[in-house]
Every structure is written in structure tokens, then in C-alpha cells.
Nanobody, 122 residues
């Protein structure tokens, strides 16, 4: 089992920045790829970014150049640095973990955190 806890969400003005954290515990070595997803009210959950244990990354087109994923393997923590935030980035952000390579389909992730709310005001 892997437990994931997100933090760092909040309210920010458009153009601002936030850094989300995803702290992992448990059998983290069994699920080395961590992804970030988000779900806005009334919309489907969508892929944002992901990173493998050896730092291979992927980003959704909507966040490329604005969001950066990184990880600290010693702290078992994955970060999502979000800059130039837009109102359309408003959503609950979830981190998730899986075995194997990066996938953009949320159904292919085995473990999920409880989510953290990000609200971007215009």
C-alpha cells in the first residue's frame, strides 16, 4: 500500500504561483511513477503532469511552460510548481501513484491522495 497526502493548495490571484506537495509513505518503491491530476467542478478528472522515478516527465499541453514537476526521492515527496496561474486552473488537484511508466489516463493509477483545492481568482 502507498499513502499519498497533498498539500499547498489555496487561493491565488491570476498570474500568481503555488507549489503543491505530494508526500508518499508506505511501499513507495512499488509505485515509483507519480502523477498530478485535477478536477474542476462539473468536469472530468484530467491529467496535469507526471514523473517517473528516474525523472522522465510529461505535461498536459495546457500547463506546459507554466507548471514544473519535481521530486525529492529522499523525502518521498513530489512537487508541482505552478506559475502564471489562470482562472481555468481552478480545480481540486490530486496526486496519484502507479507502477511503470508515465500514463495520462487516471484509471491506470493505483493510489490516490485526498486532493487539495486550488482556486485562481481573476
Amino acid at each position: 500500500q502507498v499513502q499519498l497526502v497533498e498539500s499547498g493548495g489555496g487561493l491565488v490571484q491570476a498570474g500568481g504561483s503555488l507549489r503543491l506537495s505530494c508526500a508518499a509513505s508506505g511501499r513507495t518503491a512499488s509505485s515509483p511513477t507519480v502523477g498530478w491530476f485535477r478536477q474542476a467542478t462539473g468536469k472530468d478528472r484530467e491529467f496535469v503532469s507526471a514523473m517517473t522515478w528516474n525523472s522522465i516527465t510529461a505535461y498536459a499541453d495546457s500547463v506546459k511552460g507554466r507548471f514544473t514537476i519535481s521530486r525529492d526521492n529522499y523525502q518521498n515527496t513530489v512537487y508541482l510548481q505552478m506559475t502564471s496561474l489562470k482562472p481555468e486552473d481552478t480545480a481540486v488537484y490530486y496526486c496519484a501513484a502507479r507502477t511503470g511508466w508515465v500514463r495520462t489516463n487516471s484509471g491506470e493509477y493505483d493510489y490516490w491522495g485526498q486532493g487539495t483545492q486550488v482556486t485562481v481568482s481573476s
